[in-house]
């Protein structure tokens, strides 16, 4: 019954991993870009909402109205500001970048917030579960976590193959000279695609503040997990994203049952074994992004 | 696309290909000097300061190792911390629990890293890019975890390093010194000479475009495993050096991500695939660790704003700045040619950076 348990723990834990690979996912799948400050920018907005709850009072839920437009419009920005300029560069600039940007964010929220651990406080609801059996129980919290990943990656899904903006953003991707001969500009295309990529993090971020407790350098963890998400689920595919989230909690929610300091070490394990024996993951390539 | 058309005539008959240039003489000269005078130092400095050259000395030596691997070899990794732990480790190992002269167990705590990390580079090697960087950061979360669930490595807690405990606090850090002054040295004439290599050409070619490279015959993955080894056992050597220095290992400070930091800035401020830059970078990294101690945090902000700043608009860092883009250098990698009429030394032909 534990090990049921442990399970449903872990896929609704692989919700959030997946909601939080999602943007990581768009930005590689786009740009090539593989954004290092993913992690620190998730903990960024979740920072960003405990300011908003703390100064208005709001719930956490009211609050990420306005974190997703903040994070789009960091996410614009940082397009302009470094990411463009990284590009044509070439070479390592984007990933150095990046990196250099997740180093000056945790350290700049480290300054401003403390090492110590914050959450986002949601009252009733971080206690309230579904009564399955005496032995198992869902927490409502966890579930909509996991709802709101299905819908983010089934939404983008969707953008991307609908939407004019979304078909850009494909086309961008596929055939970069091409496109501005089509009167599109593909550094505006990236900068709406960091936008919607750093959206999807300010969603991320603030269950992920709502689920449990954040410090500045818990970006790391979660740049890692979500990473992992991606690797194992194979990548370009979101819905593999999806379950390579899913395999990546049920892996870590089963290594805590046998030993609360095992969690984290059977993931990356599970990760490793992925990676030697089928590298290109459980659903590769399913739809390019 | 362009396509070039070269006349075979156009090249004069009596063009000379030339490596060395006036300023890598003087370098040559300068560099020779330096590891003359540099053993004396414990006869004139202090403890501390000693101490000091040892940090900037295995600063040295990480930056160097990650410039081979990034610079020349087009990988980044934010997992070189990996084998500063298991440099560390080892030598804690086999010098306290084997018993072996602590002096011999350096070399073969470097020995151990490499070949650690020679089954991992097949794994590591299944991704690229920036998915090659964030695995590599995974590889050496795993293996810290590991040695954490290990009683007889001290688990959590770590290791006193007790090799040199029979040794003064005068004579062990002389010692240290002049171990670590013989690392630095091999490490960036090791680099020196890979990169003057066939291997080193190779190199150059791998990153200016793989594909290529590889329909010409160069051994892409063989070529990139071997750095990827040296690189390690590097790290592995910069992991000793510290642990000779600080006398402890503990799972999340020698295996701390922030090593990979300092590596990358260090290389970005000093300039990327060069052999000067990461020198130049770690003394300019180390003086600034210093001079802004007391800031605190703020000091890794301006560092990291800084290294933003020089990829995006100085990508050839300082030591482009102060070479003029490459017309100086104090370690010749490449081929100048001779313009036969003037004499002129052109620039680069095939250069390493």
């Known amino acids: 019954m534990q090990w049921i348990n442990a399970i449903i723990q872990g896929i609704l834990l692989g919700g959030l991993y997946a909601l939080l690979a999602a943007g990581l996912s768009l930005m590689f799948g786009v740009m090539r870009i593989v954004n290092l400050a993913h992690g620190a920018l998730a903990i960024l907005a979740a920072y960003i909402g405990l300011v908003i709850v703390q100064g208005t009072g709001v719930s956490p839920f009211i609050a990420l109205i306005a974190v997703v437009p903040i994070m789009a419009g960091v996410g614009y920005l940082l397009q302009w500001g470094i990411f463009n300029r990284a590009l044509r560069v070439g070479g390592l600039a984007p990933l150095l970048a990046a990196f250099g940007l997740a180093v000056v964010l945790s350290q700049l929220m480290q300054l401003k917030f403390s090492a110590d651990s914050q959450s986002l406080q949601t009252g009733s609801l971080s206690i309230a579960s579904i009564h399955i059996t005496d032995e198992i129980s869902i927490g409502v919290l966890p579930l909509m976590t996991f709802v709101v990943g299905v819908l983010v990656i089934f939404g983008l899904q969707v953008f991307l193959s609908k939407a004019p903006l979304g078909r850009a953003m494909r086309a961008a991707s596929d055939d970069p000279e091409t496109v501005p001969l089509m009167g599109i500009d593909n550094r505006q295309v990236y900068a709406l695609s960091t936008a919607i990529a750093l959206g999807t993090v300010g969603i991320a971020g603030m269950f992920l503040g709502m689920r449990g407790n954040f410090d500045p350098n818990y970006g790391q963890a979660m740049l890692i997990f979500a990473f992992e998400a991606v690797i194992i689920g194979g990548l370009g595919s979101l819905w593999g994203t999806l379950a390579g989230g899913m395999v990546l909690g049920i892996a870590q929610a089963m290594g805590s049952q046998v030993n609360p300091s095992y969690g984290v070490l059977v993931g990356n394990l599970v990760f490793l074994l992925i990676l030697a024996f089928r590298p290109t993951g459980l659903l590769p390539k399913a739809v390019t992004t | 696309m362009t396509t070039e058309i070269v006349h ?23 560099v020779a000097a330096l590891i003359l005078v540099a053993p004396a130092a414990p006869y004139i400095l202090d403890r501390g300061t000693q101490g000091s050259l040892v940090t900037l000395f295995s600063l040295i030596v990480m930056a160097t190792m990650w410039n081979l691997l990034a610079g020349y070899g087009g990988m980044l990794s934010v997992g070189q911390q990996a084998y500063i732990g298991i440099g560390a480790y ?51 979360v795993v293996i810290m975890e590991i040695i954490e669930q290990v009683p007889a490595l001290g688990g959590g807690i770590g290791e006193t390093f007790k090799g040199f405990s029979d040794l003064g606090p005068g004579t062990r850090i002389a010692y240290v010194y002049w171990l670590s002054l ?18 080193g050409l190779g190199f150059t070619a791998i990153r200016d475009d793989a594909i290529a490279a590889g329909s010409l015959g160069v051994r892409v993955t063989r070529s990139k495993r071997f750095v990827f080894v040296v690189a390690a056992m590097g790290c592995g050597l910069a ?46 990294f180390f003086a600034l660790q210093q001079w802004l101690a007391d800031l605190g945090a703020w000091y890794m902000v301006i560092l990291g704003v800084v290294a933003i700043v020089i990829t995006l608009f100085l990508p050839r860092g300082l030591w482009g700045l102060i070479s003029g883009n490459g017309r100086i250098r104090l370690f010749p990698v490449g081929y100048r040619l001779v313009n036969p009429l003037t004499g002129e030394i052109q620039a680069d032909t095939a250069s390493a950076d």
């Not at chain 2, 060395?20 to 003087?26: L, N, Q, V, Y």
């Not at chain 2, 590591?124 to 995974?138: D, E, K, M, P």
């Not at chain 2, 006398?247 to 930091?261: E, G, H, K, M, T």
């Open chain 2, 239 to 284: 992991g000793a050096m510290i642990t000779a220095n600080t006398l402890r290992v503990q799972p999340d400070s020698i295996f701390s991500v922030n090593y990979a930091v300092f590596m990358i800035f260090i290389v970005v401020i000093g300039g990327i695939g060069t052999i000067e830059g990461p020198i130049v970078g770690a003394i300019v």
């Open chain 2, 90 to 140: 080892a030598l804690v190992y086999l010098s306290d629990k084997v018993g072996l002269d602590p002096f011999m167990a350096v070399p073969l705590a470097v020995v151990v890293a490499g070949v650690i990390s020679f089954p991992i580079s097949y794994l590591a090697f299944r991704l690229s890019g920036g998915y090659f960087a964030i695995g590599t950061w995974v590889i050496a």
């Open chain 2, 8 to 30: 075979p005539h156009v090249v004069h008959p009596h063009a000379k290909v030339r490596r060395a240039t006036k300023s890598s003489w003087a370098g040559l000269v300068v």
């Open chain 2, 182 to 199: 013989a690392g630095v040295v091999l490490s960036v004439a090791i680099t020196y000479v890979i990169m003057r290599s066939r291997l």
